[in-house]
């Protein structure tokens, strides 16, 4: 039987979706689902390909092959609508440096062509809740990487968009501020017809945050669902329930990798040098 959810229209679809840079294949054949009111991690290593799925969601790139749909438009024939749709923070920011917080805002607010005193009004609440106040009037470029960061969060939250894409979100951010985040994402999630979707290589990060996670390996999705869901599939060589760092190394055939690391490290502290 469908659930409610199976029933409404998914925010995110991307189906067997490949990407080749000259030889390199970033994505191999990725598909994923993301429905309103989730929080989607894509949870992988480096190099995995989760800049590049999400380049390819928020149209900044295009696939190989394979199929994207963010709100049923494709970003490849409607760019400056799904831009419209999308709140992003990129992996790295890429801001006006001689700009302050300030003014860069009000760029932001007249380019999307936002009422200014609703628009000023969230600015200034979040910009409170993230304590960038006293940075407000400073250029961009004197700023610390995790004050570029909240920059960065604050932009893409001004248009209120229907889905936030978020590239390893909680770079650079201290601990006060994550949480603050987190909580930005969760109440993002919960309205109607919302969801958000970030990539991390945090396993607490995900497992704390997201409602299902798509583990990616290699351009793929090797195992997706709920924590619950990816632990039931392993089990532990202690016999308890499974930690997400177990699953991670087991479904990405990491676990020799890392035991042969770990020999050869205790190898190299007990060898004696002199
Ligand atoms: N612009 C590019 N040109 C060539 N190779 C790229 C480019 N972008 C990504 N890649 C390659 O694609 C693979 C996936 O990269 P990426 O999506 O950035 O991984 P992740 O974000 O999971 O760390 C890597 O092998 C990376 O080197
Ligand atoms: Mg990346």
Redesign the pocket.
């Known amino acids: 039987m469908e659930s409610a959810a199976d029933m409404k229209a998914p925010v995110v679809e991307a189906k067997d979706v490949h990407?080749n840079?000259?030889t390199?294949?970033?994505?191999a054949g990725l598909s994923l689902k993301v429905m309103p009111g989730e929080i989607y991690g894509?949870l992988?290593?480096?190099?995995?390909?989760?800049?590049?799925?999400?380049?390819i969601i928020t149209g900044l790139?295009e696939q190989s092959s394979g199929e994207v749909r963010v709100l049923g438009l494709d970003p490849r024939e409607s760019p400056l609508e799904v831009k419209s749709k999308i709140g992003y923070v990129p992996?790295t920011t890429m801001l006006y440096e001689s700009l302050s917080p300030r003014d860069f805002f009000e760029f932001v607010v007249s380019v999307r062509k936002l009422d200014k005193k609703t628009a000023n009004d969230r600015v200034s609440k979040l910009a409170t809740a993230f304590g960038l106040e006293e940075y407000y009037d400073s250029p961009i470029a004197t700023l610390s990487m995790g004050t570029k960061q909240k920059v960065t969060i604050i932009a893409s939250l001004i248009h209120e968009p229907p889905l936030l894409v978020l590239?390893?979100p909680m770079n650079g951010l201290d601990a006060k501020s994550s949480r603050i985040f987190k909580d930005v994402i969760s109440l993002q999630s919960q309205r109607p017809g919302r969801a958000v979707v970030f990539?991390t290589?945090i396993m607490e990060v995900a497992e704390h945050l997201c409602t299902r996670i798509g583990i990616?390996y290699k351009?793929s999705i090797v195992a997706e669902g709920s924590m619950d869901q990816l632990r039931a599939g392993v089990t532990t060589s202690g016999g308890g329930q499974a930690t997400l760092e177990e699953v991670f190394l087991h479904l990405t055939h990491e676990e020799e990798e890392v035991a042969e690391t770990s020999r050869a490290l205790r190898e190299a502290f007990s060898t004696p040098t002199v």
């Open positions: 990407k840079f000259g390199v294949q970033a994505l894509l992988g290593p480096n190099g995995a390909g989760k800049s590049t799925m999400i380049k790139s992996e590239d390893e990539s290589h990616i351009g």
